[in-house]
């Protein structure tokens, strides 16, 4: 069962599209490893301009990608974008650093970043996963690369991390299998799962997430970086 909610990715996307709905209309925006347009956070009003790699999923439509390019060595000239959006990237960086560094050239003075990177994850888009980013790594990142200042925010506590966890049970107690007697035999235990498990007790933790106040374990973090 994917929950959006559960997994933090639909914090992502409402604090993406709140962000961009703070800025000028007609601000000129890179989406830097944009990917898939399925995951492409929009908000009208704007002028987008994608690039990516092209290497993360081979399932996705990347023949509709502005700019075929790597983020180490980025295509633009200094100060072409009024904002960069840079979700669920980082980890996949050779180098973030540099990769950082690149995005604050291309953003214009007072210009903003919107980033987010996982700090707990199973590993995904193998063998392009390589790191996981606490707030601090993430300062150092803009530190670095010279922006001015930068907010940094956690998705959820413990209760959300373990909420977002429990959807994975499944494919240890429930193993795919191509027999169809087993299929049959199944189906009500998973049905039963997806009902106490993923639903009822994985909404119970996330309801509860407010009781860790520290929030020192957590999904990922959010951030916004100004130039």
Known sequence: MKNLKLDGRADIIKFVKDELGKLPKGSIIL???AGDPDYQVRVD???YYTVDLCVGDINWRYNLIDVIGNLEQLPFRDGSFDAVICTEVLEHMRDPQIVMSEICRVTKKGGKVFVSAPMEKF???????FFRYTPYGFAR???VAGFSSWNISPIGGYFRLMAAQIAYLKTFLLPKSENLFIKVLRYPIKILFIVFIEF?????LYF???LDKKRLSTIGHI???VK
């Open 123 to 129: 590993v995904h888009q193998a063998p392009y996963d």
């Open 45 to 47: 009003g704007h002028h």
């Open 223 to 225: 951030a916004i970086a």
């Open 141 to 143: 990142l803009f530190e």
């Open 31 to 33: 989406d830097a490893a």
């Open 208 to 210: 509860i997430d407010g």
């Open 200 to 204: 009822i007790l994985a909404n119970i």
